[in-house]
């Protein structure tokens, strides 16, 4: 699906090349220009006037890997359809993704309580711990983890039929591994999960990590589609909507 032409008076500082442009002090200086800020007094108890002003200081200040007002507005639509009782998200950074949803989730569902479910199988309490259904789970982490983090919360039922993923950073920097477990049907995962034991079995290769590493639930079916958009710099991006449909 294009997306509709960015506004670039909105655009955030350009992502800086060849340095780091997370975790060098930016965070701190966000926090300063925030409770320095002369309208401070406007942004208590108002998720709006926060979100503004993290968006002022990516403008006029410095680059932050935000969601931004493109990607996050495919986000908060689909918190409109879903209307979940149940939204995780995998990744955080200043707080501005979750900030948006949250305030998108609460306007949906004033009972709304965030649950973000533990991986308590890790910690040996799966015996003692309930897990919840995910009804939508925003996915912006660590890139090679999308997948492996899917499957594990296929594994421990918190992603089943019924549940709906948003995906970021697609296109940007890319996730090719991600975005074929989630348009492959049900056979070609199956066959894919055959090969790679094949490969392992003939290679006599099996390590540790092979063995605890989660298989997810290859039955589920999922009904996958790109919504392009913009990074909140301009560069195109896009964020994969997946909804769990069935389970064969």
Known sequence: MAAAAFDQSKAYAPQEEGTNFFDDGREIELLHFIYEHPNLDDFRDSPKNVLKAI?????????????????????TDLIADVKPKTMVELGGYVGYSCILFGDAVRKRNPEFAAVIASLVDLAGLSDIVKAVQIDLMFLDHYKPAYTTDLKLCEELKLVTVGSVLAADNVIK?????????????????????????????????YTQEDFSKSKGNPNLVYESKLLNSYEPTGVPD??????CVGEE
Request: hydrophobic share 25%; no cysteine.
């Open 55 to 75: 968006d002022e200081y990516a403008r006029t200040k410095k680059y932050l890997m935000n969601v931004g007002e493109d990607k996050g507005r495919i986000v």
């Open 173 to 205: 920097p890319r996730n090719p591994s991600y975005l074929e477990y989630v348009r492959a049907s049900v056979e070609e995962k199956k066959e894919k999960m055959q090969s790679e034991k094949t490969i392992n079995q003939y290679a006599k290769r």
């Open 238 to 243: 896009g964020v994969e909507i997946t909804r």
